[in-house]
């Protein structure tokens, strides 16, 4: 009995201190990035500027440009951003933050569901090998269409807005200006 407490202690250990990593599996980060740089896109829009590079986003990311130049030609291909080359190269959206829900940005960058059953057949002569499969579909189908449900009534607006109201530079009087980043423009 002691192991399994043990265990217990060590996997909500896990989920509650490191909720990116779960054991030796990794969380997929492409919606949290893509989220991120879309709100910054959707600040520097509000405070004058039509584009930025990936080197700029890459600074409040704290990632390299390559990873972002990736998630944003994700979100150009769905039409969620525009991007300009040459001269004045940059990134823009390509609609109003308020009009791009949090729903299509995880339709642009999770191509794959968001559960998946097992790469090979179970058992099937296991009573739990026959019967997990249909049992576990009705659980993640629900799921996933909750997930898609709540991700709809969320735009990039709402997150801009709760994102700079949690940093404290958001206020009535003031749209706030990043401080504690690499200014970017």
Known sequence: MESLSTLT???????????????????NSRLTIAVHALAW????????????????VAA????????IRRSLGDLRR???????????AGWSLAHRPDDITVLAVYDAVTPEPLFAMHHTEPNLQCPVGRGI?????GLYRGAEQSLREHLATMSIADVLRDTLRRDGTETAESPGRPASCRDPF
């Open 41 to 56: 896109l959707a600040l520097a829009e509000r405070q004058g500027r039509d584009r930025l590079t990936s080197d700029q």
């Open 9 to 27: 202690r060590y996997l909500v250990g896990t989920i509650v201190t490191n909720p990116v990593t779960l054991g030796s599996m990794a969380a």
């Open 60 to 67: 409040s990311v704290n990632t390299n440009p390559v990873i």
């Open 78 to 88: 769905a039409g969620l951003v525009r991007v300009r080359r040459g001269a004045e």
């Open 133 to 137: 499969q249909p049992a576990l579909h």
